[in-house]
């Protein structure tokens, strides 16, 4: 599989995913609050399946993902 979601990009899309999911545990947001679970998976994954249709890649050209990082 391709990586197409780099260091900073991870981070931020964890970071918001998992603020989100625990927003909606404590009942501060809606059931919506769930969708924090797209950008946590992404984040996890390294992969984000509207970059390659944007062609966006945070990880750098050509990087495979091999062990959890990104290989060029």
Request: charged fraction near 10%; charge should be positive; hydrophobic fraction near 45%.
């Amino acid at each position: 599989m391709k990586c197409n979601v780099g260091g900073i990009d991870r981070i931020l899309r964890m970071a918001v995913g998992l603020v989100l999911i625990g927003l909606t545990l404590t009942g501060m947001v809606s059931t919506w609050g769930w969708i924090g679970i797209v950008p946590l998976a992404t984040g996890l994954f390294r992969f984000c399946p509207a970059y390659p249709l944007l062609k966006i890649n945070t990880c750098g050209t050509g990087a495979s993902c091999e062990g959890g990082r990104c290989n060029k």
